[in-house]
């Protein structure tokens, strides 16, 4: 099994900035496509960020220029760096993750969530 784990959430005042992880452990045999996911209250969830396993990115057109996601393949984590917060940023973030448990098995896997809000 493979578990992805958050962190780094918390409470900061608009304009402010957060970087929150994503940490991939257990039966890992290769970590591919991540991306960080968020849900704010009574709204669907949406993608923020992507990011291959060559570090290609791609950042939610509204969110460009104040997200910023990387990742270190050989700590299995992920990170989304936030800056310039806005209260309207306030939701969970998940990450989630394309990961082969062996050679010719791959499953898509989510985390927890972690809450991020944003006071004005």
């Known amino acids: 099994q493979v578990q992805l784990v958050e962190s780094g959430g918390g409470l900061v005042q608009a304009g402010g900035s957060l970087r929150l992880s994503c940490a991939a452990s257990?039966?890992?045999?290769?970590?591919?496509?991540m991306a960080w996911h968020r849900q704010a209250p009574g709204k669907q969830r949406e993608l923020v960020a992507t990011?291959?396993?060559?570090?290609?990115?791609n950042v939610a057109d509204s969110l460009k220029g104040r997200f910023t996601i990387s990742r270190d393949n050989a700590k299995n984590t992920m990170y989304l760096q936030m800056d310039s917060l806005k209260p309207e940023d306030t939701a969970v973030y998940y990450c989630?993750?394309?990961?082969?448990?062996?050679?010719?098995?791959?499953?898509?896997?989510w985390g927890q969530g972690t809450q991020v809000t944003v006071s004005s």
């Open positions: 989630n993750a394309y990961v082969n448990t062996s050679p010719l098995q791959m499953g898509m896997y």
């Open positions: 990011i291959t396993s060559g570090s290609s990115t």
């Open positions: 257990g039966s890992i045999f290769r970590l591919h496509y």
